[in-house]
């Protein structure tokens, strides 16, 4: 991501993952990233379907405990509320799906992060960077926060 001014960053789930669950050099680096966008007031984002996603896992465990956690992790990370994917989303999506052949979920999120003015896409799956519509940033262990 270039040194531009952002405003809004969309947070697909993996980066949220490794950061909740992680360890090692991918945490790391979403946490370095994080914290490049904090010190510059960047908002984040992200929808009601990456907490589906968050809440998987530790449901699938029978730990309601962690994904009370996770709730939480999430709302104090973004401050505010999750995005909606409402019928304009879903309907962007299909456009997104269409045109680059995105699985269903990936299309939804990329859909709300430019419904809601977002600069960048933060994601680990390089397939999504097809989509010009939006800046996708890949986590980067190696990379210096951007």
């Not at 405990?65 to 973004?78: C, E, K, P």
Request: glycine fraction near 6%; charge should be positive.
């Amino acid at each position: 991501m270039g040194r531009t001014a952002m405003k809004r960053v969309f947070l697909d789930t993996a980066p949220l993952i490794y950061l909740l669950e992680g360890g090692g050099n991918r945490q790391q680096a979403v946490v370095a990233q994080l914290r490049y966008w904090a010190a510059h007031g960047v908002w984040l984002e992200t929808t009601v379907l990456t907490l589906t996603e968050l809440l998987t896992g530790p449901r699938q465990a029978g730990n309601e405990s962690l994904a009370r956690q996770y709730r939480a992790g999430l709302a104090d990370l973004l401050g505010r509320p999750l995005l909606v994917i409402d019928e304009r989303t879903a309907d962007y999506a299909a456009s997104l799906r269409a045109k680059f052949k995105f699985r269903t979920p990936d299309a939804l999120q990329l859909s709300a992060a430019i419904q809601a003015g977002c600069e960048a896409f933060y994601t680990n799956d390089t397939r999504l960077r097809a989509c010009a519509e939006i800046e996708v940033v890949l986590v980067d262990a190696k990379a210096t926060p951007a």
